[in-house]
């Protein structure tokens, strides 16, 4: 794989092009990797597309801290929602994510997995002590 950083996120197009044209001459099977620098300001620039991206060979590309900024903007504007509007932000933000993949976070990361795990190799009394106690996942639950 090839990484390369390119100048600036107004990419000419035809940079990208020549770029991976000339690298395939000699490597044809070669991956080409393409960063989306959060650095780079791309809503002042035209878009190169993923797609038009991949087509010339770049087939690993990442968007640099998407992941790390959009948690960072929502943890913000959660908190400001809850400065202003107290319990009512959690109660919404709550009803917000039913039917969503993150409506159970247990379930989502795999908890329900572990106790079965923990059911099969750990003997009952340690599980049961384990959950009979808490305030959380399961506490309905018989284990």
Known sequence: MVFCEFPSPGLDIEL???FAKEMHKDFPNLTLHFN???SFKWHKFPVVKFSALAEMGYKLMHVSAV??????KSLWDCAVDLKEREEQAEIDFEKGLIGHPMEDYHKFGGFPNIKELEKKYLPNEEVRKKYEETLGYGRDEKT
């Open 16 to 18: 990208a092009k020549k």
């Open 36 to 38: 989306y620098a959060a």
């Open 67 to 72: 992941g790390f900024r959009s948690t960072m």
